[in-house]
């Protein structure tokens, strides 16, 4: 196994062979490796690709960053036709848990957990800085005060059925985010009005609701602030550019980089060399934005959790609230617009729903919505998995660069990104495929 270096455009990747294997093998030390390649290191640089700047492509550039030997020389392009969040990462719902629907501990669950805590961290620390800097004055974006609302979550019994399984399976929660079950009067005290079918309602205290446009656009200026870091060193220095164009073919990048990490989510699908050729199905998600009457008196509570149910609603703040989400299978509208009828078809779907648990969202103003595409994974024996691995055999010949996707991340980027992102780094700085989860590359075989 090497450290991926830096080829010479007529130089050729090794042949990839992928191995079978019951779990993904921890990577070795990156600095034993740097020791053993240091005369390699000092060429040009080694110059990585990432299309997309969502919640994959963010996560994988700067675990490059993090992961790769200060001495080595690291380019990193990011490609994002819509810019840092413009895409269905920028505009997801922001509830953060590592449960299912039923509450049942996800794939990994604890260590996405974790891993994406450190993200939310690093991107936190960014803007207390940007926020304490009075005299910044070309800041791109408005990251407000915060990005993280740490108030937990609710998820009510609907039914009889739905409440055994829920009690089941949160007996087999994290001691690091509780499930805990609590009675309508409990429930009450939390959320005011809310309706408990059931006199049972599972809190999650640590569940937190992210700004995830405001978080992505934090976890790109921490990037950038890493690179600024490493590259006060005596050593090779790191670069990083972020590129605002579309992206038409994998094949014009061959012959400019030793690696290209696609992130594109849904978008995946467009580019000709793989179009067709996913495990992946798409789906069209509205969401809609509600304010409360400046004459109504009533406000959401400031302490008072999101709700989970049938519909999401994440709270935005004691007037404003975000509920979702519909599912549009096969849809191949791209555009975040939704039109008046697209809003009008939504809230149809989505208020009666909403209301049930809370009836008082009726007294809610519609202001707006927005949409994204998914692109969502196979199900599996262990459920819906994102889809990683190298793609070169889906390129067809001979390359000079490694071409790895990162995708099928569904509804659960958030959870996943931070975990997935580290291990994709890790694997493309090794040329190891090896290093990524089997459960992951299955779908190649």
Known sequence: MKLLLPTEPAARPPCYAPRRRSRRRTAPSMASLAATHRPSLAGRPLRCAVLGAGFAGLSVAWHLLRHSPEELHLRIDIYDESGVGGGASGIAGGLLHPYSPKVKLLWQGAECW????????????????????????????????????????????????????????????????????IDKDAAEALVPNIQVPF???????????????????????????????????????????????????????????????????????????????????????????????????????????????????????????????????????????????????????????ASAIYPKIKDWSFVGAKAGIRAMPPLTSLGSLPVLGRIDDLMGGNHSCQYWFFGGLGARGLLYHGLLGKLMAQAVLFNDETLLPVELTSWKR
């Open 114 to 181: 974790k891993e994406c805590l450190k993200l939310l961290k690093i991107a936190e620390r960014v803007v207390d800085k940007w926020n304490s800097n009075s005299q910044n004055l070309e800041l791109e974006w408005d990251l407000g005060d915060s990005i993280v609302r740490r108030r937990g979550i609710l998820r009510p019994a609907m039914d009889a059925k739905h409440l055994d399984i829920l009690t089941n399976n949160a007996q087999n929660c994290l001691p690091f985010c509780k499930i805990e079950s």
């Open 199 to 353: 006199n049972c309602v599972f809190h999650m205290p640590e569940a937190v609701n992210i700004h995830p446009l405001c978080y992505l656009q934090a976890l790109f200026l921490a990037c950038q602030d890493l690179v600024e870091e490493m590259s006060t060193s005596n050593f090779g220095g790191k670069e990083l550019y972020m590129h605002k164009k579309s992206i038409d073919r994998l094949c014009d990048f061959e012959g400019e980089y030793d690696a290209v990490i696609v992130c594109l989510g849904a978008k995946a699908d467009l580019l000709p060399e793989l179009s067709g050729r996913l495990p992946l199905r798409t789906c069209r998600g509205v969401i809609t934005h509600l304010q409360l009457p400046d004459n109504a008196g009533e406000t959401y509570p400031e302490h008072s959790p999101s709700i989970l149910s049938d519909v999401w609603l994440a709270v935005q703040g004691p007037r404003d609230i975000l509920v979702g989400s519909t599912w549009e299978w096969k849809s191949r509208n791209y555009s975040s617009d939704v039109s008046a009828e697209e809003a009008s078809t939504a809230l149809e779907q989505l208020l009666p729903k």
